[in-house]
């Protein structure tokens, strides 16, 4: 289906649902039929989010579901594949099975995504209306979610500063953003030929051919902690993995009571990570840190908002970045927030994914951090503006921040949840 909103909520909110009813594979939520036919986690987390007050059993399955592919490293996978179907990369690259630590019954990536099932998990608790189901999930998933935040301070603190590294332009979900341009350009040329002609050009010169070189040397180390340690060529800490993965560490501390945990070690991860981020990734904006040249990336994204996430973010930090955003850098010259790249960036491209375009997670996450920050007028436009965007476009995957014209894929499950998300707050006093 192609889905085509209406201009009445109602309608709206219908049509949103039937997009997440279509693209529900039995098992979970894929992120939009054809291009991505499996089980992203990122992607689940924010459909998760976007059923809390619509369809709260559907959003605790989503998130369980997931977790069927959790390696008993404490990994979450970004892509469990639960059904057939063509996608590369697929089983055979990863070949998750060839791992003791991995699960027998479905396939996986070898991969993680910025880890927001914990903050999801709490959306969804904290928007419960039958509590006695709420805590039951909540009993159930906060062992994963604590074994997945282990994962990431054991075997991803490649700085040793208390940061979680990626290994890979996929595990930030910010796939192609220029932030990755220079360290994919500091890995030797590798030709295996991916593009292929039936699939839209998406990403610039052979970056495409780099990821799948970056996996596959991951994939033959084991996928080995020590390796990504002291061989793997790309290690970037990244602010918005990180930003996410100190709200989740907090969501975790509000729900380790029901599920009859300490919450004290999930506050003082959550410190350690603010107290990192402030110290290694701040530079008048939040900037990515690559490890292998110990330099800042110098390219601002929507990910250099995200910091705001945390309610207890310095003062001057708050009042630097919320200007930026507001500013011609970004919202101020676009017409529909938020630019995924800064817009006077050289490579600033308004129509290529996010390189430049605009997407309702990151207006999702920053709505919602405007809300923390005592910002409701920001809060307001960004929901008001996200909303006109899929009214005009469509539950597209992204838009262009000029003139809203859809891009990518369209019925794109978290652009439908997060609609469904935004609307219930516009109904609610
Ligand atoms: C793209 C996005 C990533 C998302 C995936 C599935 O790879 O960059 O964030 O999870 O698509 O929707």
């Known amino acids: 289906m192609d889905a085509r909103p209406a201009v009445d909520d109602a309608a709206l909110g219908r049509e949103a649902l039937a997009v997440l009813d279509a693209n529900w ?42 977790f069927d592919g959790q390696w008993r490293t404490g990994m979450v996978p970004h892509v469990v594949y639960h059904t057939e179907g063509g996608y590369f990369p697929g089983p055979s690259l990863w070949r998750s099975r060839d791992r003791p630590a991995a699960p027998r019954r479905v396939a996986t990536s070898g991969l993680v995504q910025p880890p927001l099932e914990a903050f999801a998990a709490w959306w969804v608790w904290r928007h419960a ?52 341009d220079e360290p994919l350009g500091a890995l030797p040329a590798v030709r295996y030929g991916y593009l292929r002609d039936d699939l839209p050009a998406r990403h610039p010169d052979n970056h495409h051919d780099r990821y799948v070189w970056l996996a596959l040397r991951y994939r033959d180390s084991g996928y080995d902690p020590s390796y990504l340690r002291h061989d793997h ?12 993965w100190l709200a989740s560490c907090e969501a975790m501390a509000e729900l380790a009571p029901l599920a009859g945990a300490d919450p004290r070690p999930q506050l003082e991860a959550a410190e ?87 997407w309702v997670n990151t207006n999702w996450l920053l709505r919602h951090a405007a809300g923390l920050h005592g910002r409701p007028e920001l809060a307001r436009v960004l929901s008001a503006c996200t909303l006109r965007l899929v009214r005009q476009a469509g539950f597209r995957e992204c838009f262009d921040p000029f003139d809203g014209t859809g891009r990518g894929c369209r019925d794109f499950s978290w652009s439908a949840a997060l609609t469904l998300d935004l609307l219930a707050d516009n109904v609610e006093p």
């Open 129 to 180: 209306t039958d509590s006695g189901s709420a805590a039951a999930f909540v009993r159930h998933v906060y062992p994963m979610l604590a074994a997945q935040h282990r994962y990431l301070e054991t075997a991803r603190d490649l700085g040793g500063a208390g940061l979680a590294a990626i290994v890979h332009p996929w595990e930030s979900g910010m796939d192609d953003s220029p932030a990755w």
């Open 272 to 358: 350690r990570i603010r107290h990192a981020l402030a110290a290694r990734l701040w530079d008048g904006l939040y900037f990515a840190r690559d490890l292998r040249t110990d330099k800042l990336i110098p390219v601002a994204t929507v990910g250099s908002f995200t910091p705001l996430l945390d309610p207890r973010l310095a003062p001057e930090h708050v009042g630097a970045l919320l200007t930026t955003l507001e500013s011609g850098r970004f919202m101020g010259a676009a017409g529909y927030p938020v630019p995924s790249c800064e817009i006077r960036s050289p490579r600033f491209d308004r129509s290529n994914y996010w390189r430049g375009p605009s």
């Open 233 to 244: 060529p790309f290690a970037v800490e990244d602010p918005m993995f990180n930003a996410i």
């Open 25 to 66: 594979t039995g098992t979970g939520t894929m992120p939009a039929p054809g291009l991505y036919p499996h089980q992203w986690s990122l992607d689940s987390a924010f459909v998760a989010i976007g059923l809390a007050r619509a369809d709260p059993g559907r959003a605790h399955a989503e998130l369980i579901s997931l």
